[in-house]
């Protein structure tokens, strides 16, 4: 392991498993614009083939077994450069931000978690980089709750 992967709250291994059943990936609008010409659709076409709707959010179709539509088993996420923005922040989602048993318990299923870091770090390392890649979400109806943290950078001062 180098240093970086050390020091690293987080590398995605790239096992597909957050693709495959772990519940909806909740859109928003500026994913179905994304997704959208990432495939070369209009706006309309790529929310008819593609959106499902639950209750007010608006997530991704899936295939058999509850797996992403956009899964490939041989070449894993399909749209990977417009991939949205829930797919961009996992594993900082604030469950794992504010519960350090979520924390935990989330690297049961994802590889990519460092738990030699600590809880702290993770935290640290999570805020900063949802900061620095424009994923923190407003609350609100309809969107990530998961992405909803500007309440927790007062933790890191
Ligand atoms: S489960 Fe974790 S390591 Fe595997 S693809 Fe998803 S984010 Fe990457
Ligand atoms: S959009 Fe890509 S990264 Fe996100 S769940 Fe689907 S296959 Fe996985």
Redesign the pocket.
Known sequence: MTEHEQDSAFICKRCGA??QGQGG?VLTGRDEKRLSAFLGLSLSVFQDRYIEKKKEKRV?ATKTGNV?I??EPKNG?T??PG??DI?RSWPFFRGNLIDELSWHMAQDSCPGINPGVGHREFVCQGLLFLQKQGLAQKPGPGGPTALVVADLYQKLT
Do not use: G
């Open positions: 957050c693709c990936i991704l992403c956009f899964f996420c749209v990977h991939k949205p797919c």
